[in-house]
């Protein structure tokens, strides 16, 4: 059973940065798509960035254009763990984000929630202007 753990969240005013960690276990040898989703009310969950995972290793990350340019995530320094950095951030980044995953051999970030099957629990983001 694939098991994932966010942290990183916090408050931050516009133009600073933060860091998203997701810590995963419990892959096994298939291929995954790796998520990281915007929750915001009333709004749909979109990926704001996608990573594709195989044998130990993240690759060939997609960034949904609102973001593309300032977000950009890779794999962490502990295993199996991927990083979102956050860069010149803006107050309609604020969100929960959740990172989620599923079994798939390509990932997009138009891939909508329905299709993913494991979810964090989500951590808080603020950006004050």
């Known amino acids: 059973q694939v098991q994932l753990v966010e942290s990183g969240g916090g408050s931050v005013q516009a133009g600073g940065s933060l860091v998203l960690s997701c810590t995963v276990s419990g892959f096994t040898d298939d291929r995954y798509c790796l998520g990281w989703f915007r929750q915001v009310p009333d709004n749909e969950d979109k990926a704001v960035a996608v990573v594709s995972f195989r044998g130990g290793s993240f690759y060939n990350p997609r960034y949904r254009d609102s973001v593309n340019g300032r977000f950009t995530i890779s794999q962490g320094n502990a295993k199996n763990t991927v990083t979102l950095q956050m860069n010149n951030l803006r107050s309609d980044d604020s969100a929960m984000y959740v990172c989620?995953?599923?079994?798939?051999?390509?990932?997009?970030?138009?891939?909508?929630?329905?299709?993913?099957?494991?979810w964090g629990q989500g951590t808080r983001v603020t950006v004050s202007s």
């Open positions: 989620a995953t599923r079994r798939a051999a390509s990932c997009s970030v138009d891939d909508g929630p329905g299709n993913y099957r494991a």
